[in-house]
Every structure is written in structure tokens, then in C-alpha cells.
């Protein structure tokens, strides 16, 4: 880390601090504020930025932090020029009335008159523009299976609520069909017998004249996982726990793991799903060795995403989730900017409004970096934060999701679910 720069700040100055990626905490920071910490290895995998140190003191931003210095002095803003092959890691640290900035590599630095808001809005055009964002399609209204059925969903689950949807006149556009149709990470390939018939329900999907979606975890397997024993060379590092089992990041630059995933991506495609919510994407970006031994750790991520958008073609509606930011910008359609709205085990609201924080501060980037994804609205009467929840995604810009069993809503969820899906398409 060199020292870029240092700013005369008054004691209200505020400090934004871009995360790695969609889970990593990201807010303004004001003095006196703690940064926010991953507690155990497995949170600095999943949550920060794996390989990359977190400074003992001061705040720290993946490639973007922003500095209004609240004197009326211009907002100055740090970023990268671009994000295709490598991402400073940019510190800032209160020292009495000055900030101090460091970064690990090159920065452009710009300064406006205007908003600390309205500087990551420049920013975020400048951004954009360089690394050729398509133009934002029309905000998808989606109904998800996740935070109701979870890894249990079955096919007779995804017909009875496509039928309530139908039998109700609801404007919905996409059926999402999450986490519990296979068998389980890196097993794809391998329909879960549980679940029932995929491509019936794709038909049905169709039928109804929807678009089918579903949810996997590409770039990762468990470290138990019949990919993972039969194929050890495909392998690169830890990239956390999930699902009782060890995560492993897949090396995208290895031949064998780019005809797995056209495989797999040739598959769903060939079914006619065309809406993919691809989720825990930093694995594929894990600070490793790789087959292509001079590709950095974001080249082989970004050849990976451009794999799958060759296969899906350029059509299909690709949603990245746990995914580094500024390395996939020009790569997705849309992006969820917060982490899960609660886990199995809080369906009751007792782990708090967990995505709130995040996406609010990344309201900025829908529209410019991609359309933006504040997660679904959970209507239903158990979860006890549902009127909270209901305030932040209603007023949130982007994609406009659900995720309950349709036939068990009381009449409050009724009309959240109807604000959602008949309010602003932004």
C-alpha cells in the first residue's frame, strides 16, 4: 500500500467503501464508526474479499471509496480505471482533521462539487461506459421459491403456486426455481430425484407464457462432491462452507472445467431456461493457481462469466449473486447488492433486516452498472420484520421479486405483493 493522498475532513465527513463482492458489507462511514470485520475464516471467504488483508485500522474499499470531507470542499473519488484484470484494494484512515489514503495498485482520483452521492453516480457512468454495459432490459417481476420451500422445493410446489399466479391474474414474468432441484453443488448435471421432473416444469413455465429461471452455484463445488473426487486438477482454493460441506473455487481457465460448464449451461439452455440467478461467483475469482498460470485471479473469473453468456446467448437474463462488483460490470444484466434477507432458521425475522445496509448505499448503480437486485419481499404473516422488510424493497430501484407460498398470503401480504408488482418498474 502507497500513500495517494490526504484530505482535510471535518468532523462530519462521510467515507463510502465499495465491497468486494454482493455480500460484503458497504455503507458510508462516518469518524468514530467500526469497520465492519469478518469474525472466522470462513466470513473473510465468503463475505470479503479471499487473499486480501483487512487493515487493523481504517476502512477499506475493493477498487472504489469515496471522501466528503463535509467543508464544502469537493467530494473526491478513488477507483479503478478498470476492473478486467486486476482491483486495488483502497484504505482510508482518520488521522486528527485529515484522512490518509492508500491503495495496493493504480487509482484514478476526480474530484465535483456535487454529492458524495452524486460522485458515485459519475463514477458509475464513467464506469459503465468503459467497460460497455448493455442497455438495462425491463425490470423482471419474478416469483422465487427460495425463502418459502428452501432446499425442499419440489416440482408439485412450483405447480400449485404458477397456478395460483394464473388463477389470480398476476403480472409476474418469471417462475424461479432455486437451490433443491439438484443434487446438490457442482452436481448440475445430476437432476435431484426428490425434486420431480425439471423439464415438466419448464414446460409448464412456458405454457403459461413466463420465463423459467433457476438458480446455481457454477464456479464452486463441495469438496465432497463427485466432481470434486473425480477431478482434483480442476480445483483452486478455499472458497468457505455451505450445504455441510467444504467449498472449493473451480479454476475457469482449465479446459476440462470450460466443457463442464458448457455442458451444463448447453443443458439448461437446451431446456429452454433463459433467466439465471448464478450465485457464490466469488469462488471462481479465489486467490489460487490456475492451469493458465499467468491469468490473474479476475481474468479467469470474467472468462468464465463471458463463457456462460456465450452458451446462454445474448438473450438470456444473467442475475449475479455473491459476486466481486466491478469485475462483473458489463458482464450481468442485473446484480443482487446485499446479502440474504435471513437464512433457514430466521423465517421468523429473528436475524434482523441483514441485506438493508448495503443495498440502500448501492441504490447508485441500478440503471448504470447493471439493474440492481435488492432480494425478494417476504409477505407473509410469520415473518414477523414483513412490514419493515416491505418498506425497503418497495422503495428499492430494480428487480421486483417475491418469495412466498402464493395460496397462504392474508390480505396485508395480498397487497404488499400487489404494491411490488404493480408499483415503479426502475
Not at 25 to 30: G, I, K, N
Not at 180 to 190: A, H, I, K, Q
Not at 335 to 350: C, K, L, N, P, Q
Request: glycine share 10%; proline share 6%; aromatic share 10%.
Amino acid at each position: 500500500m502507497i500513500v495517494i493522498d490526504e484530505v482535510t475532513v471535518a468532523a462530519s465527513a462521510r467515507i463510502y467503501a465499495e465491497g468486494w463482492q454482493s455480500w460484503s458489507p458497504t455503507t458510508w462511514y462516518r469518524r468514530g464508526d467500526a469497520a465492519h470485520r469478518p469474525q472466522e475464516r470462513w466470513q473473510h471467504l465468503m463475505r470479503f474479499r479471499p487473499g486480501t488483508e483487512l487493515p487493523d485500522e481504517g476502512i477499506q474499499g475493493e477498487g472504489l471509496l469515496v471522501i466528503d470531507p463535509g467543508d464544502g470542499a469537493p467530494v473526491r473519488t478513488y477507483a479503478a480505471l478498470d476492473a478486467a484484470s486486476e482491483v486495488p484494494s483502497i484504505t482510508a484512515h482518520w488521522l486528527e482533521d485529515r484522512v490518509v489514503v492508500r491503495a495496493s495498485g493504480p487509482v484514478e482520483t476526480t474530484e465535483t462539487d456535487a454529492s458524495g452521492e452524486r460522485a458515485l453516480e459519475l463514477f458509475g457512468d464513467r464506469f459503465a461506459a468503459a467497460a460497455g454495459v448493455r442497455a438495462v432490459a425491463a425490470v423482471p417481476r419474478v416469483w422465487c421459491t427460495w425463502y418459502q420451500y428452501f432446499e425442499e422445493v419440489t416440482a408439485a410446489d412450483v405447480w400449485e403456486n404458477l397456478r395460483e399466479i394464473e388463477q389470480r391474474e398476476l403480472p409476474v414474468d418469471v417462475i424461479q426455481v432455486d437451490d433443491g432441484w439438484s443434487l446438490g453443488t457442482g452436481e448440475w448435471n445430476r437432476p435431484n430425484p426428490r425434486f420431480g421432473s425439471l423439464p415438466d416444469v419448464v414446460a409448464a413455465i412456458h405454457d403459461s407464457g413466463r420465463r423459467a429461471g433457476i438458480w446455481l452455484a457454477p464456479f464452486c463445488v463441495g469438496a465432497g462432491s463427485d466432481v470434486a473426487q473425480r477431478h482434483p486438477e480442476w480445483l483452486t482454493g478455499a472458497a468457505g462452507f455451505n450445504w455441510g460441506d467444504d467449498l472449493v473455487g473451480l479454476d475457469l481457465t482449465h479446459p476440462g472445467v470450460r466443457d463442464y460448464l458448457v455442458d451444463v449451461f448447453g443443458g439448461l439452455q437446451g431446456l429452454g431456461v433463459d433467466y439465471l440467478k448464478l450465485d457464490f461467483l466469488y469462488s471462481g475469482a479465489v486467490d489460487a493457481g490456475r492451469f493458465l498460470p499467468d491469468a490473474t485471479p479476475i481474468e479467469a473469473y470474467r472468462s468464465g462469466l463471458q463463457l456462460i453468456r456465450d452458451v446462454m446467448g445474448p438473450e438470456a437474463f444473467l442475475l449475479g449473486c455473491g459476486a466481486p462488483i466491478l469485475p462483473s460490470v458489463g458482464l450481468v444484466d442485473a446484480m443482487r447488492v446485499a446479502s440474504d434477507t435471513f437464512h433457514e432458521g430466521g423465517e421468523d425475522g429473528s436475524q434482523g433486516l441483514r441485506g438493508r445496509m448495503s443495498l440502500e448505499a448501492r441504490a447508485w448503480q441500478n440503471g448504470r452498472l447493471w439493474m440492481t437486485d435488492p432480494d425478494c419481499l417476504v409477505a407473509r404473516p410469520e415473518f414477523a420484520l414483513r412490514e419493515e422488510w416491505a418498506d425497503v424493497v418497495l422503495r428499492a430501484p430494480g428487480v421486483r421479486g417475491f418469495s412466498d407460498r402464493i395460496a397462504a398470503l392474508d390480505d396485508r401480504g395480498w397487497e404488499l405483493v400487489r404494491q411490488l408488482l404493480e408499483g415503479p418498474r426502475r
